[in-house]
């Protein structure tokens, strides 16, 4: 591989796109199903990163393990039906200004892509096919098969795929468990404030971007990307 090879890892939901209204359907839905009332919005979103299953661990700590197993269906069912019903496309909106993101650092030689994401890879696959961005990530990292971030095995994947080194790899994501998988697997992290969590839990990054326009030359300015 050339030494000059770079990787950019790329969150999905809340970085990539804007699917909170259905991650919330979700939730009250696995909650319903247990005669429970649904943890409060930003409850909810602030697990948004988090593989499910460790979600709704989170947010029901109390319920017996048999019934957490039950909300997660419930969710998946939910998540489901409201993609069939609209469309990922619709479901899952891009958020303005990425799809320019992508196709810039596409372009950039030698540069490659990848996301690390707690969708299931069904999902992921559904969101990608929608959006018609399959092509430009050259790893697909997915909850079905790793531990939930922060565990960094889904960046030391990414980066064994790419064939780079930690120093080459940079992480874009909205939430603290992205950023933390990110350090934990020794690569460079970028921040983005128009997602899930609150700029504030983003405070060890090696840059907060605010606009989606700024993101493409945050990306190459940070840390090993330099």
Not at 73 to 100: E, F, N, V, W
Not at 204 to 223: F, K, P, Q
Request: aromatic share 4%.
């Amino acid at each position: 591989m050339s030494a000059d090879l770079r990787l950019v890892i790329f969150d999905v939901d809340g970085t990539l796109v804007d699917s909170q209204n259905h991650i919330v359907a979700g939730m009250r839905r696995a909650f319903g199903s247990m005669g429970m009332d649904a943890p409060s919005h930003s409850d909810i979103l602030a697990t948004v990163g988090l593989s499910l299953s460790r979600a709704i661990e989170e947010l029901a700590p109390d319920v017996e393990p048999s019934h957490q197993a039950e909300m997660v269906d419930a969710y998946k069912m939910t998540y489901r039906d409201l993609r069939m019903d609209a469309g990922s496309k619709q479901s899952s909106p891009l958020y303005d200004g990425i799809a320019d993101v992508l196709q810039n650092l596409h372009a950039v030689d030698p540069l490659l892509m990848g996301v690390a994401t707690g969708k299931s890879r069904r999902g992921l696959d559904a969101l990608l096919d929608a959006h018609q961005l399959r092509s430009y990530f050259v790893t697909r990292q997915c909850a079905d098969d790793h531990s939930s971030k922060p565990h960094p095995s889904m960046v030391l994947s990414a980066m064994a795929d790419a064939g780079v080194s930690p120093e080459e790899t940079v992480v874009v994501g909205d939430t603290r468990f992205d950023m933390e998988m990110a350090r934990a697997a020794g690569a460079g992290f970028v921040g983005v404030s128009w997602g899930y969590h609150d700029r504030s839990q983003l405070a060890g990054a090696d840059a907060i971007v605010d606009r989606v326009s700024d993101l493409t030359e945050a990306v190459l300015r940070a840390g090993a990307m330099a």
